[in-house]
């Protein structure tokens, strides 16, 4: 009966590893997802989200409708775009993507300012 109870016991501890080494590849896929997939994406949009927190009146910028105009007013969640001479529209700041000079190659090709994320320069 002793024999029996220290068998049971061996085979327990053997299947506890057996248990771990089964997940292991389950847990190397969410590392590859983080690495891959997760953080850069929290990285595009924490730096989308400092462009939008340093907007300014004067910048041309491209919306995600696809109209670029220049800023001529802000308040915390709604910026005023002039996007013809005497016209104008109000645009939600998080639909605004990224600032203009960078898709045409400007000075800014870095950084917060590229939050497009597209461009013929790298921006």
């Known amino acids: 009966m002793v024999d029996v ?11 506890g590893a057996q248990g771990l080494m ?7 896929i969410f590392v590859v997802f983080y690495f891959l997939l997760i953080r850069p994406q929290q990285k595009k949009a924490k730096a989308h989200q400092e462009f939008i927190d340093n907007l300014k009146k004067g910048d041309e ?5 696809g109209i670029q105009g220049k800023i001529t007013g802000l308040t ?3 910026a005023t775009l002039e996007i013809a001479e005497n016209v104008r529209v109000k645009i939600a700041r998080p ?3 990224g600032s203009v000079a960078c ?3 400007g000075e800014k090709k870095d950084g917060p300012a590229c939050a497009i994320g597209v461009g013929s ?3």
């Not at 109870?5 to 299947?15: H, Q």
């Not at 089964?22 to 190397?28: E, N, V």
């Not at 910028?61 to 409708?65: A, K, M």
């Open 121 to 123: 320069k790298g921006c």
């Open 61 to 65: 910028v491209l919306t995600s409708g």
């Open 103 to 105: 898709l045409e190659g």
């Open 22 to 28: 089964s997940f292991l590849p389950l847990i190397l």
């Open 76 to 78: 915390d969640r709604v």
């Open 5 to 15: 109870a220290f068998a049971a016991d061996a085979a327990a501890g053997a299947g």
């Open 95 to 97: 639909y605004i993507l």
